[in-house]
């Protein structure tokens, strides 16, 4: 006789504050399209920051192998971090704000379709980041960008537009940083820069390619470094940055490494996965090859 199946515990972590979308519709829209052949769901959803990392460890101890963030690119941080180095995989639903490393992945921003990736069980080894020997994911930075990430933190409207209005009123009031940065090798590169973005993907989110070369595989950061610029630049730099060849752009630098010390001259603000926090003027940034298994197109 045939061997029954044994199905797969698998969990979907929701943020409710992620994005903007689909949030009282996502439990029934997961039941409907999750194969329930191969898997046995539990659907959870979060109360505060932090407890979608706080509910891997737990599930990880009642042996759960997939574990699917539902929300942006600080969801998956929340619950990718616990997965790194493990046999464990992460798979992501985007519908956060800018949901930056699906789009890099090329997961879908439906939900439906998201969930039937799922069930097609393809999993790849991407690669993750430390800065300060905080994992990160996607992208982590300083500078201009990190100030904004901040600033629209605190702003309970969410989405494109808001972003785009808290890039204009922060802008004349920013002073750029003088910054050196050690790479392989002991090479050093000491400039002023309006941010600085250390990419393991290519974007921010909403396909603002900041790095658009970013391999997720290479076991390499991609180094973006913008220097100051006049405000009537922003809209052709906009433009480059959405169209994919900001790194054409003259007032960009672009440098590949897999291990590198910032030194900026003080203590401020960095952004990772689209949080941000504040970190010493002294930052060592390192890439761990392959170390996070992913459900991929």
Do not use: W
């Not at 702003?155 to 009031?173: A, C, D, M, P, Q």
């Not at 997720?216 to 973006?224: A, N, Y």
């Not at 809209?235 to 060849?245: E, K, M, Q, T």
């Amino acid at each position: 006789m045939p061997q029954p199946i044994v199905r797969e515990k698998i969990i979907f972590i929701i943020n409710p504050n992620s994005g903007t979308r689909f949030k009282g519709r996502l439990p029934g829209i997961i039941k409907a399209q999750l194969d329930p052949v191969f898997f046995d769901v539990e659907i959870v959803t979060t109360n505060y920051r932090g407890e979608a990392t706080e509910i891997v460890c737990q599930k990880l101890k009642e042996g759960f192998r997939y574990f699917i963030a539902v929300g942006g690119d600080g969801t998956v941080n929340e619950v990718a971090k616990t997965l790194i180095n493990t046999n464990s995989v992460l798979g992501i639903i985007p519908v956060g704000s800018g949901n930056g490393l699906a789009r890099h992945l090329n997961i879908p921003l439906q939900p439906q379709k998201a969930i039937q990736l799922i069930n097609k069980l393809k999993i790849e080894a991407i690669d993750y980041g430390l800065v300060n020997n905080i994992p990160f994911f996607c992208t982590c930075g300083v500078g201009f960008d990190a100030l904004i990430g901040e600033k629209f933190e605190q702003n309970k409207r969410r989405g494109l537009s808001s972003y785009i209005k808290t890039v204009f009123s922060e802008f004349f009031n920013y002073h750029p940083e003088n910054y050196k940065i050690t790479f392989d090798n002991n090479q050093t590169i000491s400039r002023k820069a309006f941010l600085i973005t250390f990419a393991n993907g290519s974007q921010y989110g909403n396909n603002a390619l900041i790095a658009p070369r970013a391999d997720i595989r290479d076991g390499k950061l991609d180094i973006s470094i913008l220097s100051p610029f006049r405000f009537y630049m922003a809209p052709i730099i906009g433009i480059r940055l959405f169209s994919g060849n900001i790194d054409k752009s003259s007032f960009v630098t672009c440098i590949q490494a897999t291990r590198l010390v910032v030194e900026r001259e003080s203590d401020s603000i960095l952004h990772f996965d689209g949080e941000t926090c504040q970190m010493d003027k002294t930052i060592e940034i390192s890439m761990i090859n392959k170390g996070l298994k992913v459900f991929v197109p």
